[in-house]
């Protein structure tokens, strides 16, 4: 799968106003942002790109800020290099500590996820993912049988057996997703993981104590 690498420049008066254009590129299938000194750079699949209809959906906020944007087109093979070059690790609420493998270990937090992205959403930079993390932290997984739909890279299915999940079924439709939460599962030994490939024509036939979706209407 190859993606759009849409880089922003913007001049705004308030935070608020970058985030509502930055919520509506995610509404519109950007799924990761990299925020930067003079702007942005937000990431969605190729085949769900049309620069027209982005255009359109971008048309009246132009009203509350200036901004402009280039397009650059990213093949899955440099994917990977990109990530890399661009992914920090990152601490929630003094309590977890996500990083890839190349990032130095922080034994001094309760929770350390080990993530290494490749192509799939979810290193806990996103708010949405911040968020659902920030939930888990707050709620009691102990014995809970969960369900993670619309995994990503697993992040959320992983902080939920670190918090003592015992059952973990973890769906994507996408197999690039699915190939890294099978990985990213085995960097954290979690073992008590199932992964399933699809939509919810795959999800089993049986009772969930809690449901995880960090995934936009579309």
Same mark, same amino acid.
């Given at each position: 799968?190859?993606?759009?690498?849409?880089? @922003?420049?913007? *001049?705004? !008066? &308030?935070?608020?106003?970058?985030?509502? $254009?930055?919520?509506? $590129?995610?509404?519109?299938?950007?799924?990761?942002?990299? &925020?930067?000194? /003079?702007?942005?750079?937000?990431?969605?699949?190729?085949?769900? /790109?049309?620069?027209?209809?982005?255009?359109?959906?971008?048309?009246?906020? =132009?009203?509350?800020?200036?901004?402009?944007?280039?397009?650059?087109?990213?093949?899955?093979?440099?994917?990977?290099?990109?990530?890399?070059? %661009?992914? #920090?690790?990152? #601490? *929630?609420?003094?309590? *977890?500590?996500?990083?890839?493998?190349?990032? &130095?270990?922080?034994?001094? @937090? +309760?929770?350390?996820?080990?993530?290494?992205?490749?192509?799939?959403?979810?290193?806990? =930079? =996103?708010?949405?993912?911040?968020?659902?993390?920030?939930?888990?932290? %707050?709620?009691?997984?102990?014995?809970?049988?969960?369900?993670?739909?619309?995994?990503?890279?697993?992040?959320?299915?992983?902080?939920?057996?670190?918090?003592?999940?015992?059952?973990?079924?973890?769906?994507?439709?996408? +197999?690039?997703?699915?190939?890294?939460?099978?990985?990213?599962?085995?960097?954290? !030994?979690?073992?008590?993981?199932?992964?399933?490939?699809?939509?919810?024509?795959?999800?089993?036939? &049986? !009772?969930?104590?809690?449901?995880?979706?960090? *995934? %936009?209407?579309?």
């Amino acid at each position: 799968m190859n993606y759009i690498e849409l880089l @922003f420049t913007t *001049i705004f !008066q &308030e935070d608020y106003q970058q985030d509502l $254009l930055i919520n509506e $590129l995610a509404e519109a299938g950007c799924d990761t942002f990299e &925020e930067l000194d /003079f702007g942005f750079k937000a990431y969605m699949p190729s085949a769900s /790109f049309s620069k027209e209809k982005l255009d359109n959906r971008l048309e009246p906020f =132009h009203s509350v800020l200036t901004f402009s944007y280039e397009v650059n087109l990213i093949p899955q093979k440099n994917w990977n290099a990109v990530w890399e070059s %661009n992914f #920090q690790p990152i #601490q *929630i609420k003094d309590q *977890i500590w996500v990083r890839a493998t190349f990032h &130095e270990a922080r034994p001094d @937090f +309760p929770f350390e996820i080990v993530i290494d992205p490749k192509m799939a959403f979810g290193t806990g =930079h =996103h708010q949405t993912t911040s968020m659902m993390m920030d939930f888990i932290l %707050n709620t009691v997984f102990t014995g809970k049988k969960t369900l993670d739909m619309g995994c990503g890279t697993g992040i959320l299915a992983i902080l939920a057996a670190k918090k003592g999940a015992t059952e973990i079924t973890a769906i994507d439709y996408d +197999p690039v997703c699915c190939e890294s939460t099978i990985e990213n599962a085995a960097l954290n !030994q979690v073992e008590n993981m199932r992964i399933l490939c699809g939509s919810k024509e795959v999800i089993p036939e &049986e !009772q969930f104590d809690i449901i995880l979706a960090n *995934i %936009n209407r579309n």
